[in-house]
């Protein structure tokens, strides 16, 4: 039984749930605790590492995207007690965040020859201008990303992310946990799972669509004696699709408050 969604994400990020939402999208899922995890921001409304929201625990975490020599990850920072390097690395990413955006949204339009309901901002990702795409032309979400601003599309612009080692150096200085996110979203798992060896955890529970390979992450967890985390990567109010166990919640929470 789930109790802990320690992975989703807000409107910070691309998420639709708000701090105000949050704790009745938890108790819809019979979820005790979240974790709040936007792409490349803290929320500056959660104070400490770990807070109550209306009866729901509430983890500070992040999630950052950072580089390795074959392919990018993305790295789960748990109990954040934010530094100045982290929130100065955070600000540098929203500023290419908006950035980028402005160059993503200006070759839409121009190829498309329509005005997208979205500006550049902070926060700002590729599922937002998605949805504007959606709503202003004949593309759909799903083809908005196939044809138009997925990778290696005509409108792909790539954003500037930390390398690994600073990133994960960043978040171990202000995070209670370090964890690899959903491993088998990359395109080489083993080589993701192998970065497993300087950090304290991993994303074991995640709502995959495709089967995987459990026996890869579970030699790495014993091999690295990882803390397993894991959460649905909510982008909507939809929590509980994964998640932690009462046993493997306190054993995360022990390591972050």
Known sequence: MVVADLHLHTTRSDGTLTLETLPDAARRAGVEAVAVTDHDRIHPELDGPMTTRDGVDVVHG??????????????????????DELVAECDRIQQNR???????????????????????????GRPHIARAIDEASEYGYKEAFEELIGDDCPCYVAREVPDFERGRELLADACGLVSLAHPFRYPDPEAALARCESLSAVEQWYPYEESIDTGLLEDAIERYDLVPTGGSDA??????????????????RAEIV
Do not use: F, M, N
Request: aromatic fraction near 2%.
């Open 62 to 83: 992040i999630e950052l995207r950072v580089e390795t020599d074959d392919q990018r990850l993305d790295l789960l920072g748990y109990g954040v007690d934010p530094t």
């Open 98 to 124: 908006l950035d980028r955006g402005r160059r993503i949204i200006d070759c839409v339009e121009d190829r498309l020859d329509v005005s997208l309901p979205v500006e550049p901002r902070e926060g700002l």
């Open 235 to 252: 982008h909507d109010e939809e929590l509980g699709k994964a998640g932690l166990d009462a046993t493997a919640w306190e054993r995360v």
